[in-house]
Structure formats: C-alpha cells, structure tokens
C-alpha cells in the first residue's frame, strides 16, 4: 500500500520523558512503536492508565516528538519544526477536559478562534463556524456562553472548534472520561458521523471497552507497546490476555461469554447490547 494511503505513521517510535531530577532516567512511554492508520479509518486505541495511550496521542500532531524513530503525520515528519504549523491543520487533538480547550466567552466564538488564527477570510470563518457547529449539533447554541454548556455539550464544541479548522484527522484523547452517560452518548454519536459521513480519520483513545466496538480496528496499548492490534471481534476474543494486563471486555460481550457456559453453542463474537438481545432472541426460538 502506497504511504500517500496513510495519514499516521509511527515508525520505531520510542519516547520518554524528562525527569524531574537530574541524572534521573524514566522509563520509556513508548517503546519502539509501529503503526500505520488509513485515511477515513476509525481507531479505537485502549489501555490502563500508563500504558502509553496519551503520549501516542500527543505525538501524533507534534504536541511532542520522538526520542527516536520517525513520526509522519500527513506526510511530514513531526520532528521537523519547520512543518508543526502544517501538521496541526491536518491533525487535530481533542483533550479530557473541554473546559481546557475553550477560550472564548461565546461558543461561536470559541469555535472560530482557529481559523481566524490559521488567517482565514472571515467570511470563510463564518461559514466554517456555521458548518461545524450544525454537524455537532451545537448550532442553535452559537451565542450561549460555553461554561454554562453540559459536558458533553462542551466536548462538543471543542470538536467543533477542530472541524473549524478542516483538519483531515482528529485524535481524541479519552474525551468522555469525565461524562456523564448522556453526554458520553452524545459526543460517540458525534464521533461516528464525522468519520462515517465525512471521512474524517479519527483516533480515539478510551478506557471504556464498550466504547471501542464501534471502531474499525481497536489497538491494546501495555508498558509502553502495542499488544493487539485488529477489528473489535478479533482483539475482544483474547478475554485471557486482556485480563492479564488488567482490561475487561465489553460488558455484552462478557455476558455472552458466561452465558455461554452453560449454552454452549450460544453465539460468539457478539460485542453490544443491541447484538445481545437479537441472538439471544434468536436462539430461544430456535
């Protein structure tokens, strides 16, 4: 497959951080990392806290850049400085907490303080805003003042804030960790139609494994390295060595799995609740 095909590339990345002490060496967070992710692909990338998860997030718009080996985010290199401004219009992160990310005391505001950074006519700008705030659903809160948003809501508006800027992909570094459950729902609903019917490349990093069935391919992050990489059903099958590294599996899944126990020829490889319910129905009535 041609390079051109990709829009992240790590190739033997190792990263760590600086310590706080002098002569005092950390551990790498990331430990010879190789990954490649398509255009128009949606990752779900998993791991317990330390994995490495935030840093590869980090990483991949030149937010930080490798210790070694090479990063190439649309095509160019993150450790050229002379290409950041560049990398950061086709690559957009989404942080946890929205409340860090908005920096306006109007959303619409708020939502155009990016392209209005990146020099963009302001009547571009406002089409822009317009656009991106109608596709997270946030239109009709254009003029409201953003702190007194819901979460979820707030989230929202920090997606919008990188659609704003056309970036091509975004990473979301786990951005419903501190929702509710409605606003949870609202942001993954916001997340599958931009990568569904837009295109957008997205890279969402979780620790919620209910949330990853969604992705077309889910990525297992431990000690600094990739342990498992592919669609849902396949990573969510390895139920052992997912448990040795302290993840679980989706909660349908792991129904489907102890049911099993005494169904034997219950089905596998289902994933959600909606997947659940249909076999199950299927099978009493078989």
Excluded: W
Excluded at 115 to 132: F, S
Excluded at 166 to 187: K, Q, S, Y
Excluded at 195 to 203: A, C
């Amino acid at each position: 497959m041609r390079d051109n095909e990709y829009i992240l590339q790590f190739n033997n990345v190792c990263f760590r951080y600086e310590g706080d002490e002098e002569n005092v060496v950390l551990p790498l967070a990331l430990d010879n990392i190789n990954l490649n992710i398509k255009k128009g692909e949606f990752v779900a990338v998993l791991g317990h806290n330390g994995s490495g998860k935030s840093t590869l997030a980090k990483l991949c718009n030149a937010l930080l850049v490798p210790e070694s080996g090479k990063v190439i985010a649309a095509g160019m290199d993150t450790s050229d400085s002379i290409h950041e401004y560049d990398i950061r219009q086709h690559i957009g992160v989404v942080f946890q907490n929205p409340d860090n990310q908005i920096v306006a005391t109007i959303v619409e505001e708020d939502v155009a303080f990016g392209p209005e950074n990146l020099g963009v006519e302001p009547k571009e700008i406002r089409r822009r805003v317009d656009e991106a705030l109608k596709t997270v659903g946030m239109y009709e809160y254009r003029l409201h003042e953003p702190h007194k948003l819901s979460g979820g809501q707030k989230q929202r508006v920090a997606i919008a804030g990188i659609l704003a800027m056309m970036t091509d992909c975004i990473v979301l570094d786990e951005p419903t960790a501190m929702l509710d459950p409605i606003g949870r729902r609202e942001v993954l609903k916001t997340i599958g139609k931009l990568n569904k019917e837009l295109g957008i490349t997205i890279v969402f990093i979780t620790h919620f494994m209910n949330e990853a069935v969604a992705a077309d391919r889910v990525i297992i992050m431990d000690s600094a390295k990739i342990l498992l990489d592919g669609t849902p059903k396949e990573v969510f099958k390895e139920r052992n060595l997912l448990k040795k590294v302290g993840l679980g599996i989706p909660p349908a899944a792991e129904l489907a799995h102890k049911l099993r126990k005494t169904l034997p020829d219950f089905p596998d490889g289902i994933l959600t609740a909606d997947e659940f319910a249909e076999r199950f129905i299927t099978y009493a009535r078989a």
